[in-house]
């Protein structure tokens, strides 16, 4: 799979991403949502940042996806998530390439 980067500013809270490419003539939406999480929301006192993430994603709403976890900074972690249905036509695409 081949990848572009797009830079996003870095603006507090939660952004909503919509994407329309065309490759190949082929129109495709895509959806991501990136959101900071911060380390002081996690419920349980850990310096295990991967537990806290975890935890954090457990409850997650169901019709996202991860897709990708940002580089931490001591207060916070950027992590992106592709809405589910966009996936599963992003793999579609991919068996057919």
């Known amino acids: 799979m081949s990848y572009i980067a797009i830079p996003i500013p870095n603006i507090p809270g939660k952004q909503e991403i919509e994407i329309e490419v065309s490759i190949n003539g082929q129109k495709q939406a895509l959806h991501y949502r990136v959101e900071l999480f911060y380390w002081a929301d996690c419920r349980t006192a850990t310096f295990d ?49």
Not at 67 to 72: A, D, M, R, S, V
Request: hydrophobic share 35%.
């Open 49 to 97: 940042r991967v537990a806290c993430i975890r935890e954090m994603l457990s409850g997650y709403d169901q019709d996202w996806s991860l897709y990708y976890i940002g580089e931490p900074t001591d207060d916070f972690v950027p992590i992106t998530f592709v809405r589910k249905e966009d996936l599963t036509i992003q793999r579609h695409l991919r068996q057919l390439a």
